[in-house]
């Protein structure tokens, strides 16, 4: 059927909004500027620049890093050190650049579901906005996570668009080949092709198993190169298991309500709490979701337990209190957003007073929620960028005399070498 002018006309307006709510998501970037702009190369970064000029770039891309293979990222994020001449300030923004396009598609997949533009902004402001994401969005190598969220939502919002198969498998493949824990992108989507019967692609038994089969096969194919290829504790499981499965236990029921409730403590009682309130959310919003709705809450469930999952595989060695790392928020706020905002959606409409009064109340709250957000900044970037920049400028670019293995976030690197590198790639 030909779409009506005012179809299209519709479209078009809600496209606009989304774009808007993305580039908002970029205010505590523009707010804190100058914090952003003392940071400097760190740890795995100087590591990663090392093995380019030692093998060669397109030798470096094909090679695993640590647990990961990730060709596509490699080639996105070493091409940006050298098109860019060395610019961490261009890096840093090129990462914030991807989460406000993950923010924009968020709402866009939250709307091709049928959810309400409260909900989606609420969302949008927890996933968008928090500061708990300051590592993930300060630090350029993790452009690799935010990256492969990127290909998730894409690959998401196709199948429920009911996109060529093609196009939702290479929106699969892409995320795989960004981040380890992007082989998680084609399960995630083979279930909601598993689950959703009543809407979008339909087919017969076979036909949709071998959908299922196609969506799942790059996570496959990756899976078995970082297994075979990279080094990790997937390698060292045995005897393991139950270390791994606490880790990821742990991780899943205290994020991210510890960092976004401001919670103090940590002991099991803290997180069972956390636990039981985040369990609770999400029985409810898969009972009270329908048709697509509810597919969608599936799908990022599964997601977010499936990450805890292999984070706990490749995390339970460095203790329990780095389960609230900055940089392992993202997943997890991408989890559960869409559900909060779905649950104060429904609290706004049983405002008294009509619908007026719940959009009035709604448009408070929003607002009031973004600037404590983008406020929060702050306090956490302030020691952040003093460690991570100001202190590295000062050890790499200013002390006259240096200690040999003093690199910060790598001292297995030599500080001369560190240095040449710095001068060769014009690092700044």
Aim: net charge positive; hydrophobic share 50%.
């Amino acid at each position: 059927m030909k779409d009506e002018p005012g179809d299209r006309g519709s479209r078009a307006g809600e496209t606009v909004v989304l774009l808007v709510s993305g580039l908002l998501s970029l205010l505590p970037y523009l707010v804190y500027r100058g914090l952003f702009a003392r940071l400097y190369w760190f740890g795995d970064e100087f590591d990663l620049i090392d093995q380019i000029d030692r093998m060669g770039f397109w030798r470096w891309v094909w090679l695993v890093f640590a647990e990961n293979f990730v060709p596509l990222f490699k080639v996105l994020w070493g091409g940006s050190v050298l098109v860019f001449g060395g610019s961490y300030a261009v890096m840093i923004a090129l990462v914030w650049l991807t989460h406000a396009l993950n923010v924009a598609l968020l709402g866009r997949l939250m709307r091709t579901c049928g959810l309400s533009w409260s909900a989606v902004f609420l969302a949008q402001i927890l996933f968008g906005l928090t500061s708990a994401n300051y590592e993930t969005l300060a630090w350029s190598v993790q452009g690799s996570a935010v990256l492969s969220v990127t290909f998730l939502l894409l690959a998401m919002d196709a199948f429920f668009r009911a996109r060529p198969a093609w196009r939702t498998v290479g929106w699969v493949a892409s995320s795989a080949l960004s981040f380890s824990r992007g082989v998680l992108t084609g399960p995630v989507v083979a279930l909601g092709v598993m689950l959703n019967r009543g809407e979008g692609p339909r087919g017969s038994l076979a036909a949709r198993a071998r959908t299922v089969g196609l969506l799942i096969l790059p996570s496959v194919v990756v899976a078995a190169l970082i297994g075979v290829l990279a080094s990790g504790n997937h390698q060292h499981m045995k005897g393991h298991g139950a270390e791994a499965a606490v880790y990821g236990l742990w991780y899943y029921c205290a994020n991210p309500a510890h960092y976004l409730l401001s919670v103090e403590s940590y002991g099991w009682h803290t997180v069972a709490a956390l636990g039981l309130l985040k369990v609770s959310l999400v029985l409810w919003a898969l009972a009270r979701g329908t048709g697509r709705v509810r597919v969608l809450f599936a799908m990022l469930v599964a997601f977010e337990m499936g990450n805890a999952a292999l984070l706990g595989i490749g995390r339970y060695h460095t203790g329990i209190l780095t389960t609230l790392a900055s940089r392992y928020q993202y997943a997890s706020l991408l989890g559960i957003a869409p559900m909060v905002g779905f649950w104060f959606s429904r609290m706004c409409g049983r405002v008294p007073g009509g619908v007026s009064a719940g959009r009035a109340i709604a448009a408070v709250v929003l607002v009031a929620l973004g600037v404590t957000m983008v406020r929060g900044w702050g306090p956490e970037l302030e020691p952040f960028t003093a460690w991570r920049g100001t202190e590295s400028r000062r050890i790499l670019l200013v002390d006259p005399d240096p200690k040999p293995d003093a690199v910060p976030g790598i001292p297995g690197l030599r500080m001369d070498r560190a240095k040449g590198l710095i001068e060769k790639y014009h690092l700044h």
